[in-house]
Nanobody, 120 residues
Framework: QVQLVESGGGLVQPGGSLRLSCTASRSFSRFNRMAWYRQAPGKERELVAIIASTNSTNYGDSVRGRFTISRDNAKSTGYLQMNSLKPEDTAVYYC??????????????WGQGTLVTVSL
């Protein structure tokens, strides 16, 4: 089985930047579709960004132009670069992906989440 492990969350001031990482637990894992979601306290989980197997990307309206999703299959890792952070970006961020590894496919995998707090 393949698991996803997020890292890179933390406390940042408004206007600052963070880069989240999502790494597959086993080497030779390749991300096909990958997405980042977030869930703020008392709110539903929302889609932040998605990258398709074709490398096309799409973003939620609230983050478009500030966040960038990418992946590096040589490192079995996906990323979410977050710039110009705002207090309303505070949430737990989750990685979600379909992974291909050595002839096996793993669909709809989720990471454990990483907390991002934007505050003075």
């Amino acid at each position: 089985q393949v698991q996803l492990v997020e890292s890179g969350g933390g406390l940042v001031q408004p206007g600052g930047s963070l880069r989240l990482s999502c790494t597959a637990s086993r080497s030779f894992s390749r991300f096909n579709r990958m997405a980042w979601y977030r869930q703020a306290p008392g709110k539903e989980r929302e889609l932040v960004a998605i990258i398709a197997s074709t490398n096309s990307t799409n973003y939620g309206d609230s983050v478009r132009g500030r966040f960038t999703i990418s992946r590096d299959n040589a490192k079995s890792t996906g990323y979410l670069q977050m710039n110009s952070l705002k207090p309303e970006d505070t949430a737990v961020y989750y990685c979600n992906a379909d992974v291909y590894r050595l002839g096996s496919r793993y669909f709809d995998l989720w990471g454990q989440g990483t907390l991002v707090t934007v505050s003075l």
